[in-house]
């Protein structure tokens, strides 16, 4: 019974963030200074009446408060509302930018995840070796780089042998499931690649050092003076143990890879949720920007609460 | 993105109807045994932002309105005065008062759904932007001094004007003509329905449309896919098709132009000019109708920093810009001197309007030294000039549109302006914000800015860029809060100069003032440079470059080679 009293109370936690940051991002946005009215507002002739009619026709003529109390009722109703730049509804243009985000993050992800833990396996057996220092340089490099400038690397590098732009090749004339997809797998190459280094050095350093401290462990002493071969020490006594922080590092770091997306998205124009939200953000499209936000928040919270529930389950020493 | 911002979509909304260019060299192809056939896949940085022609704002879109809609006259690019050709009307004629303008009409067109397409689908289309010229239609400015549009029969179409107009073919020709049976409800009532219209392909069916290609696909801020109209009234493209891909990144741009992912790219940035030399690309360079400007608040009724006001302390800020080194560092030699507020590719009507004779204040921080002393700004001691108390010390307000090169021509004048004993500091924002920090709002115009840099992408015709400086655009394209009623009457005359020569001579005048009087330090003019493979020929080059918004050669003659 604790431990659903402790789930709903960490639910409960979580809507309550995801309300309050939805209410901060709308406030936010309408701080900024600019407005979607004045720009497209901003020619010649432009009559006081014109303006008076687009922020009418944008909802911009009530108080904030209004406006926000109208955005929570429609948001109840699943409305995301329409967008001010090409006056479509914005949950259909964010659930198709999600779906195009999705398979290019996890891709990423999990060459990530797996290139990360065997680095920080590695490193950490052959600690104090040249090849665990190399491991590790590599890992610490690959964390300090900023993301555009890899992404900006990768793309150069790799000119002409594979595609910079966008997810599929318009001019492609087979037109079989079969050539798609592998259109598809090249545009993805560079995206997820710049998106797998630009993890992986996180990922490694945090396993090298749970590993570090579960390889110093008694058990794992224990398992050494009995012969066995250094793979099963690690398999499964070490790794089993480093496991945790890492877990919930992944289940962490999950949620805020769609909003790390925005970058590499930008570069090689990957039409998924970052670079609707960059769109946005440069066309003050309130509507489409408080949408993003909305998906960006619920995914971060929801993957908080998944790290948090899985860290009980996965350590019994926890109790909930 | 929006390749160069507000200010870009700035012009090219107002202008509705650009003009002509100058300067067009390029090379044309006789379409005689030229290869057929191919599509052509362009990249930009640019982008579409709105199909909508009551919404869009940057150059792409209106390239590509002007690809897919029919107009009444082009211009050719091929000749240089660019003199205006035409298109869905196959003549024009003005009265002898020139307040009537007559257009004939072409027989048999139609729109790519049969649909006829005559005298009487140009005066609703045209009539329906002059209606809400007030509104909606405003970007279009279909208003000055015109009186009535009317097809007389479905051949002829007249233009009544209260006034002589010298623009009035700038302000028509290039307008694109849109299908009534498709935008009629949107235009009913108020015409609020314009603005919010969806105009963009559904399902497989291409757009209505009437030019010599038709919308087959698009997808926003990625790509727009044309296929050759079959039923265009002019010369048939080679082409069987071409596509357009928006990067948002320029290294990415150039290296999808290298790497053959795309044929062709417009407004290759200087500091790319050597990887695309080096890779087997055929590269054309030239003057572009643009200029990078420095801005100084000239609202009389400024509260603050007052001595910015004075035209000493202005003439001593120009004479501390070196603007060699901004073309030769910033611009790596890709860019000319700037001067007046007409660039010298701007021309229209066979005449050139920039004014050569302005007598610039030369690269002399002694001199500017002499002339702040003299105002009574003494140096503090920390070297920065005090003026009524404070300290010369600015912000200026910079478009994020111009970061790099612009960054570096920033800095040298920093280091300039510091010589002289002003001190200014970059504030970065977009072009949004940037507009709001300059303009303030309706109750606080002009107020609070002091400097700004920006830049701008005038139309041929120099009536757009002089009306800019007009007390008039306050609060739309006025961004200096420049205000001269002997500057706006001369405004008024050339618009009713119908001899061009006559015309040019207002414009020179108008010209020397806004220099004298420095509401713009012109820093710099652009040079363009266009790059496409060498697969493809028969480019039209422009002062845009070859997709541009002042006529469809270049997209009706390249070809495959």
């Given at each position: 019974m604790?431990?659903?009293?402790?789930?709903?109370?960490?639910?409960?936690?979580s809507?309550?963030?995801?309300f309050?940051?939805?209410?901060?991002?709308?406030?936010?946005?309408r701080?900024l200074?600019?407005?979607?009215?004045?720009n497209?507002?901003r020619?010649?002739?432009?009559?006081?009446?014109?303006?008076?009619q687009?922020?009418?026709?944008?909802?911009?003529?009530?108080?904030?408060?209004?406006?926000?109390?109208?955005?929570?009722?429609?948001?109840?109703?699943?409305n995301?509302?329409?967008?001010?730049?090409?006056?479509?509804?914005?949950?259909?243009?964010?659930?198709?930018?999600l779906?195009?985000?999705?398979?290019?993050?996890?891709?990423?992800t999990?060459?990530?995840?797996?290139?990360?833990?065997?680095?920080?396996?590695?490193?950490?057996?052959?600690?104090?070796?040249?090849?665990?220092?190399?491991?590790?340089?590599?890992?610490i490099?690959?964390?300090?780089?900023?993301?555009?400038?890899?992404?900006?690397?990768?793309?150069?590098?790799?000119?002409?042998l594979?595609?910079?732009?966008?997810?599929?090749?318009?001019?492609?004339?087979?037109?079989?499931?079969?050539?798609?997809?592998?259109?598809l797998?090249?545009?993805?190459?560079?995206?997820?690649?710049?998106?797998?280094?630009?993890?992986?050095g996180?990922?490694?350093?945090?396993?090298?050092?749970?590993?570090?401290?579960?390889?110093?462990?008694?058990y794992?002493?224990?398992?050494?003076?009995?012969?066995?071969?250094?793979?099963?020490?690690?398999?499964?006594?070490?790794?089993?143990?480093?496991?945790?922080?890492?877990?919930?590092?992944?289940?962490?770091?999950?949620g805020?890879?769609?909003?790390?997306a925005?970058?590499?998205?930008?570069?090689?124009?990957?039409?998924?949720i970052?670079?609707?939200?960059?769109?946005?953000?440069?066309?003050?499209d309130?509507?489409?920007?408080?949408?993003?936000?909305?998906?960006?928040?619920?995914?971060?919270v929801?993957?908080?609460?998944?790290?948090?529930?899985l860290?009980?389950?996965?350590?019994?020493?926890?109790?909930? | 993105?929006?390749?160069?911002?507000?200010?870009?979509?700035?012009?090219?909304?107002?202008?509705?109807?650009?003009?002509?260019?100058?300067?067009?060299?390029?090379?044309?192809t006789?379409?005689?045994?030229?290869?057929?056939?191919?599509v052509?896949?362009?990249g930009?940085?640019?982008?579409?932002d709105?199909?909508?022609?009551?919404?869009g704002?940057?150059?792409d879109?209106?390239?590509?309105?002007?690809?897919?809609?029919?107009?009444?006259l082009?211009?050719?690019?091929?000749?240089?005065?660019?003199?205006?050709?035409?298109?869905?009307?196959?003549s024009w004629?003005?009265?002898?008062?020139?307040?009537?303008?007559?257009?004939?009409?072409?027989?048999?067109?139609?729109?790519?759904?049969?649909?006829?397409?005559?005298?009487?689908?140009?005066?609703?289309s045209?009539?329906?932007?002059?209606?809400?010229?007030?509104?909606?239609?405003?970007?279009?400015?279909?208003?000055d001094?015109?009186?009535?549009?009317?097809a007389?029969?479905?051949?002829?179409?007249?233009?009544?004007?209260?006034?002589?107009?010298?623009?009035?073919?700038?302000?028509?020709?290039?307008?694109?003509?849109?299908?009534?049976?498709?935008?009629?409800?949107?235009?009913?009532?108020?015409?609020?329905?314009?603005?919010?219209f969806?105009?963009?392909?559904?399902?497989d069916k291409?757009?209505?449309?009437?030019?010599p290609?038709?919308?087959?696909?698009?997808?926003?801020?990625?790509?727009?896919?044309?296929?050759?109209?079959?039923?265009?009234?002019g010369?048939?493209?080679?082409?069987?098709?071409w596509?357009?891909?928006?990067?948002?990144?320029?290294?990415?741009?150039?290296?999808?132009?290298?790497?053959?992912?795309i044929?062709?790219?417009?407004?290759?940035?200087?500091?790319?000019?050597?990887?695309?030399?080096?890779?087997?690309?055929?590269?054309?360079?030239?003057?572009?109708?643009?200029?990078?400007?420095?801005?100084?608040?000239?609202?009389?009724?400024?509260?603050?920093?007052?001595e910015?006001?004075?035209?000493?302390?202005?003439?001593?800020?120009?004479?501390?810009?070196d603007?060699?080194?901004?073309?030769?560092?910033a611009?790596?030699?890709?860019?000319?001197?700037?001067?007046?507020?007409?660039?010298?590719?701007?021309?229209?009507?066979?005449?050139?309007?920039?004014?050569?004779a302005?007598?610039?204040?030369?690269?002399?921080?002694?001199?500017a030294?002499?002339?702040?002393?003299?105002?009574?700004y003494?140096?503090?001691?920390?070297?920065?000039?005090?003026?009524?108390?404070?300290?010369m010390?600015?912000?200026?307000?910079?478009?994020?549109?111009?970061?790099?090169?612009?960054?570096?021509a920033?800095?040298?004048?920093?280091?300039?302006?510091?010589?002289?004993?002003?001190?200014?500091?970059?504030?970065?924002m977009?072009?949004?914000?940037?507009?709001?920090?300059?303009?303030?709002?309706?109750?606080?115009?002009?107020?609070?800015?002091?400097?700004?840099?920006?830049?701008?992408?005038?139309?041929?015709?120099?009536?757009?860029?002089?009306?800019?400086?007009?007390?008039?655009?306050?609060?739309?394209?006025?961004?200096?809060?420049?205000?001269?009623k002997?500057?706006?009457?001369?405004?008024?005359?050339?618009?009713?100069?119908?001899?061009?020569?006559?015309?040019?001579?207002?414009?020179?005048?108008?010209?020397?003032?806004?220099?004298?009087?420095?509401?713009?330090?012109?820093?710099?003019?652009?040079?363009?440079?266009?790059?496409?493979?060498?697969?493809?020929?028969?480019?039209?080059?422009?002062s845009?470059?070859f997709?541009?918004?002042?006529s469809?050669?270049?997209?009706?003659?390249?070809?495959?080679?």
């Open positions: 604790r431990g659903w009293s402790y789930l709903a109370k960490r639910v409960s936690f809507l309550m963030t995801i309050v940051a939805t209410t901060l991002n709308f406030f936010l946005f701080v200074p600019g407005d979607a009215v004045r497209l507002s020619v010649p002739h432009a009559s006081p009446d014109l303006k008076a687009l922020r009418r026709q944008f909802g911009l003529d009530k108080s904030p408060w209004e406006q926000y109390l109208l955005y929570l009722r429609e948001l109840a109703h699943g995301m509302g329409i967008s001010f730049a090409d006056q479509k509804p914005v949950r259909g243009a964010i659930v198709e930018a779906w195009n985000t999705i398979p290019m993050v996890l891709i990423g999990i060459v990530a995840i797996v290139i990360g833990v065997a680095t920080g396996v590695l490193a950490a057996w052959w600690r104090g070796s040249w090849k665990g220092s190399i491991g590790t340089s590599f890992a490099f690959f964390y300090a780089v900023p993301t555009q400038w890899l992404a900006l690397v990768l793309l150069i590098a790799f000119a002409g594979l595609p910079s732009h966008g997810m599929s090749d318009p001019y492609l004339l087979d037109d079989s499931t079969g050539a798609k997809l592998i259109d797998g090249r545009h993805l190459v560079l995206p997820a690649t710049t998106l797998a280094l630009t993890l992986y996180e990922y490694a350093l945090i396993t090298r050092s749970a590993m570090l401290e579960t390889l110093g462990e008694d794992v002493l224990t398992a050494r003076a009995k012969g066995l071969l250094p793979r099963v020490i690690v398999r499964r006594y070490a790794l089993r143990n480093a496991m945790l922080p890492v877990t919930t590092l992944i289940a962490l770091s999950l805020y890879l769609v909003a790390g925005i970058l590499i998205e930008t570069v090689f124009s990957w039409p998924g970052g670079y609707a939200a960059y769109q946005a953000v440069v066309e003050r309130y509507p489409m920007l408080q949408g993003t936000f909305l998906v960006l928040t619920f995914s971060v929801l993957f908080n609460l998944i790290a948090d529930l860290y009980a389950r996965l350590d019994p020493r926890i109790t909930l | 993105m929006k390749r160069r911002g507000l200010r870009l979509r700035a012009i090219l909304t107002a202008l509705a109807l650009v003009a002509v260019l100058a300067g067009c060299g390029g090379s044309s006789g379409a005689g045994d030229a290869k057929r056939g191919g052509l896949r362009i930009t940085s640019n982008g579409i709105s199909l909508n022609p009551f919404v704002i940057n150059q879109d209106f390239a590509v309105w002007l690809a897919i809609y029919p107009t009444l082009q211009y050719d690019t091929t000749k240089p005065g660019m003199p205006y050709k035409g298109s869905l009307a196959t004629k003005f009265s002898e008062d020139h307040k009537t303008l007559t257009f004939t009409i072409r027989d048999g067109a139609t729109w790519s759904d049969g649909t006829p397409l005559d005298a009487t689908s140009a005066e609703w045209l009539g329906v932007m002059f209606k809400f010229a007030d509104g909606a239609a405003g970007n279009w400015g279909i208003k001094n015109v009186t009535s549009i009317k007389t029969d479905a051949h002829t179409l007249v233009i009544t004007y209260s006034a002589p107009a010298a623009t009035a073919l700038y302000a028509l020709g290039n307008t694109p003509i849109l299908p009534k049976h498709v935008w009629e409800e949107a235009a009913s009532g108020n015409g609020k329905g314009l603005k919010t969806v105009n963009e392909p559904s399902g291409p757009m209505v449309g009437a030019g290609f038709l919308l087959t696909k698009y997808q926003k801020g990625e790509l727009a896919m044309f296929k050759t109209n079959p039923s265009w009234y010369d048939k493209p080679l082409i069987d098709g596509g357009l891909q928006t990067f948002k990144n320029k290294d990415a741009l150039v290296t999808a132009l290298k790497g053959g992912e044929d062709a790219v417009g407004g290759i940035p200087p500091t790319a000019l050597n990887t695309v030399k080096s890779g087997g690309l055929v590269v054309d360079e030239g003057p572009a109708l643009a200029m990078r400007d420095l801005i100084i608040n000239s609202n009389p009724d400024k509260p603050k920093n007052r910015l006001l004075n035209l000493d302390v202005r003439k001593a800020m120009e004479m501390a810009i603007r060699k080194a901004i073309v030769d560092t611009w790596l030699g890709k860019a000319s001197e700037g001067s007046t507020i007409i660039p010298p590719a701007g021309a229209s009507d066979g005449q050139e309007w920039h004014n050569d302005i007598d610039v204040v030369g690269f002399d921080i002694d001199g030294n002499k002339l702040l002393d003299q105002t009574g003494a140096k503090g001691a920390d070297g920065i000039r005090v003026a009524d108390g404070h300290p010390r600015y912000e200026i307000v910079f478009a994020d549109d111009e970061s790099g090169a612009g960054d570096r920033f800095q040298i004048i920093q280091n300039g302006f510091k010589q002289i004993g002003i001190e200014i500091s970059q504030k970065k977009d072009s949004s914000a940037a507009w709001e920090a300059i303009y303030c709002d309706d109750d606080c115009q002009y107020r609070d800015f002091d400097l700004a840099m920006w830049d701008w992408f005038p139309a041929a015709d120099p009536d757009f860029m002089l009306a800019a400086m007009t007390c008039d655009s306050w609060g739309d394209w006025n961004d200096s809060g420049y205000c001269n002997e500057y706006d009457a001369l405004h008024q005359e050339q618009k009713g100069a119908t001899d061009p020569k006559a015309r040019k001579v207002i414009i020179d005048k108008m010209q020397q003032m806004v220099y004298d009087a420095r509401p713009y330090i012109i820093l710099t003019y652009d040079e363009r440079i266009d790059a496409w493979s060498s697969k493809w020929d028969g480019f039209v080059e422009s845009q470059g997709f541009n918004n002042f469809t050669q270049s997209l009706e003659k390249v070809h495959l080679k």
